[in-house]
């Protein structure tokens, strides 16, 4: 009862009406936990986390502070990509900080889901001076260390978070307000991608969390039918 009255709660943080979840249904993400530092899993992840901390492909790796690997459970159903970190993820080297953060913390927790449910990672792992989009060769250089946490994590729908990082994964130059409201797949994966609103937007336009809200029920149901 205490968690469904904090998701009714987080709903309203959303500006959205609650509703009640059909008996017997449970939210997404209520599945054991495994976390992405496990060292049964450590394998692959260690190797991963080592080159990410180390490399030097682009150019971003002369002014980060540190690189941002991205968090949450290594094998979710979900997987949030967002952009880039910003300033305070850079310094904190973890994605979706701060009230952009709060607000994704906000979204998720709407869906019965908490940042430890789903996996969280970004098109970059290293900032951009002064948060500039990033410029095409430095996602190009990034985009493998993506694929394979995509490939390790092997989620059941990707939420694509914001306009950068859903032209990046969908090789598209369309706006958000195109690309959301229907479901797409991962171009060589056929893994159901659903594009919504950056939090960091809808800070700024809060009249579009209900079209937000929309997308995550979208995904939410995309993912029903695969389970
Ligand atoms: S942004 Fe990606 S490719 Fe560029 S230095 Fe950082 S980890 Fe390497």
Redesign the pocket.
């Known amino acids: 009862m205490q968690a469904e009255s904090r998701r009714r709660e987080y709903l309203k943080a959303l500006d959205i009406d609650c509703y009640t979840l059909r008996n017997g249904e449970t939210a997404p993400g209520d599945e054991p936990v495994t976390d992405a530092t496990d060292p049964a899993d450590s394998v692959g992840w260690d190797d991963l986390r080592a080159q990410?901390a180390a490399?030097?492909?682009?150019?971003?790796?002369q002014t980060?502070t540190q690189?941002v690997f991205g968090v949450g459970s290594a094998d979710a159903d979900w997987m949030i990509i967002g952009e880039?970190p910003g300033q305070e993820e850079d310094r904190r080297g973890e994605p979706f900080v701060g009230r952009a953060g709060k607000l994704l913390d906000e979204m998720l927790m709407s869906l019965g889901l908490s940042r430890d449910r789903v996996f969280i990672a970004n098109i970059?792992?290293?900032r951009p001076p002064n948060n500039r989009d990033?410029h095409a060769d430095?996602a190009a250089?990034?985009r493998s260390?993506l694929e394979r946490q995509i490939d390790l994590v092997a989620p059941r729908i990707i939420l694509a978070v914001g306009r950068i990082a859903a032209q990046h994964l969908l090789a598209s130059d369309a706006p958000v307000g195109r690309l959301r409201g229907s479901v797409h797949a991962l171009p060589d994966r056929q893994l159901p991608v659903v594009v919504t609103y950056h939090p960091a937007y809808l800070l700024r336009s809060p009249t579009q969390k209900r079209k937000s809200w929309q997308d995550l029920v979208l995904a939410r149901r995309v993912l029903r039918e695969r389970l």
């Open positions: 990410v490399c030097t492909q682009c150019a971003l790796h980060r690189t880039a970059l792992k290293c990033p430095e250089s990034c260390y």
